[in-house]
């Protein structure tokens, strides 16, 4: 894994630069979520992305078809440069890795980070620190959560995802 980090960090780095400097990080961030989201529900779209047989032109094409009114420029512009410079078949790696990277460098990173088990032993020893890790799990559940609403609400697919989302935590009691 560290020879993939290797390659995927500074790509990954450098987007996470263009969305802070164009203040477009918590867009960035939802949406990436959503092409990752995107490219685990279709195999066919990794498969073609990571092939060596098509050519970068038909990558691009592919690319633009499927994501131009989807993402951002930003984000449209990062997939046709990973495709010219042929590392569109890594873009998952990338793109976890770019969350990874933007999670570190969160203030509520860190809370994500304990076990269910040690916050219920905290709990049990009534340790505040315990209360204070779960408020801050929380704060970031709520954050994560709003900017998935927003981004739903931008995209006129709020109704669809909202439907979606109850019925998926309906099922699971």
Do not use: C
Not at 41 to 47: A, W, Y
Not at 61 to 76: A, C, G, P, T, Y
Not at 147 to 169: A, C, G, P, R
């Amino acid at each position: 894994m560290p020879l993939l980090n290797s390659v995927t960090t500074p790509y990954a780095e450098a987007l996470l630069q263009v969305v802070n400097e164009n203040s477009q990080t918590e867009e960035m961030v939802s949406e990436v979520k959503q092409l990752l989201e995107l490219i685990n529900d279709s195999p066919e779209l990794e498969k073609a992305l990571s092939s060596p047989i098509l050519e970068t032109d038909a990558k691009k094409k592919i690319i633009i078809e499927i994501f131009s009114n989807k993402v951002n420029s930003s984000l449209l512009n990062f997939l046709k440069l990973l495709a010219d410079r042929q590392r569109i078949g890594i873009l998952t790696s990338i793109l976890d890795r770019f969350l990874e990277i933007y999670r570190e460098n969160s203030n509520i990173a860190f809370a994500k980070e304990y076990s269910k088990s040690y916050l219920r032993y905290l709990f049990q020893i009534n340790e505040i620190l315990g209360i204070r890790i779960a408020t801050l799990i929380n704060i970031a559940y709520y954050f994560d959560l709003m900017n998935q609403i927003k981004f739903e609400i931008n995209n006129h697919t709020f109704v669809k995802w909202s439907e979606d989302y109850l019925k998926k935590y309906e099922n699971s009691e």
